[in-house]
């Protein structure tokens, strides 16, 4: 932590070539501190992943505003998960709220966040909705009707809340030995904030925290640095829960709640076709870290999860939207 200032919490932002986005996010965000009065215990954090559309000039600019800002440029670019992972290695204040360059906070989140953080707790999830590149939503996104709770620390907390790390933005951490914990267990997938939130789970409380939704740009697939390959990257998602130090059962529960509550991961793939589907089931399947008991229980039951999520969704109404919904892999 600075010597210089207590600050409190630091808002780390990976980013690569959405120069406009990072910087209309910085002013937002610059604004909310400033509103709250806030600038003594928050500060922000940028890792720029080599952009080449000129962000590292727009981002000097503000350097000198009413928020502290850090800016970090890499000589080249090392790759969404490195960038993202080298962030928990950077923060030097006791908190991290993690958040996408194109993804939006409230300033009423963040004021609950620090009201948090005022209690010695683990982390923080927010729910999320999603918005298109004009800023509007459309009505889906998580844990949208759900109340907010406080978990204690523990494998309970972690089953409940892990899975929700596969949206990374506005997950609050406490970073104390998590840059350690993902040097020293080789964590640098696409989804290693997983890791990161199941071990905060494991260790402290979390509060998840649903009245002020984050507002996550889904962007078209072919604009972004990586895609869901043939697995869903379900394979990414199980390396972090294997590595995690709990028994075997555990992390048996874990892979097992995940394909339940993610099912669209693998569910997505029919829209392109049954060998689409069979291959992503099978790489799933034969994938180095789903268990072997994960694998026998999810081969005789994805049909039934499957069955069973579109029953539910009917008597919501929403199974026609979710059929017509483009696939976007």
């Known amino acids: 932590m600075s010597e210089e200032k207590q600050c409190k919490l630091t808002i780390a932002i990976p980013t690569y070539n959405r120069c406009e986005f990072l910087i209309k ?16 215990i928050v500060e922000i954090l940028i890792s720029d992943n ?7 000039k727009r981002v000097r600019a503000m350097l000198k505003g009413r928020v502290s800002i850090i800016y970090h440029c890499n000589e ?5 998960r490195v960038n993202i992972a080298n962030l928990f290695g950077k923060v030097r204040t006791k908190y991290m709220l993690l958040l996408g360059d194109d993804d939006f906070i409230s300033k009423e989140y963040l004021e609950r966040v ?3 953080l005022e209690n010695d707790i683990g982390c923080i999830i927010p729910s999320y909705i999603n918005v298109d590149l004009d800023g509007k939503d459309n009505g889906r996104g998580r844990d949208l009707k759900v109340k907010s ?6 494998f309970r907390n972690c089953l409940a809340n892990a899975w929700r790390g596969h949206q990374m933005s506005g997950l609050v951490f406490r970073v104390e030995n ?12 696409y989804y290693l904030q997983i890791y990161a939130l199941a071990y905060c789970c494991l260790h402290g409380s979390t509060y998840h925290i649903t009245e002020y939704p984050v507002r996550v740009t889904r962007p078209p697939q072919k604009s972004k640095d990586w895609g869901y390959g043939t697995d869903g990257l379900i394979g990414n998602v199980f390396e972090n829960f294997v590595k995690l130090d709990l028994t075997r059962l555990q992390k048996v ?7 339940v509550d993610q099912y669209w991961r693998y569910a997505m793939y029919l829209k392109k076709g049954v060998r689409d589907f069979l291959t992503c089931i099978k790489n799933i399947l034969c994938s180095t870290y789903t268990l072997w008991p994960t694998k026998i229980l999810f081969a005789v039951s994805f049909m039934f999860i499957l069955g069973g999520k579109a029953i539910a ?12 919904t483009k696939v976007d892999i």
């Open 253 to 259: 529960e874990l892979e097992m709640k995940f394909l």
């Open 178 to 189: 998590l840059m350690e914990e993902i040097e020293k267990k080789n964590i640098y997938n």
């Open 25 to 40: 996010n910085l002013k937002k965000i610059e604004q909310m501190i400033f509103d709250l009065d806030a600038q003594d």
């Open 76 to 80: 080249k670019n090392i790759g969404p």
């Open 114 to 116: 620090l009201t948090c």
């Open 149 to 154: 709770k406080k978990y204690e620390p523990g």
């Open 313 to 324: 969704l009917l008597f919501n109404g929403k199974l026609v939207q979710t059929l017509m």
């Open 50 to 56: 080599g952009s080449t559309d000129g962000t590292e």
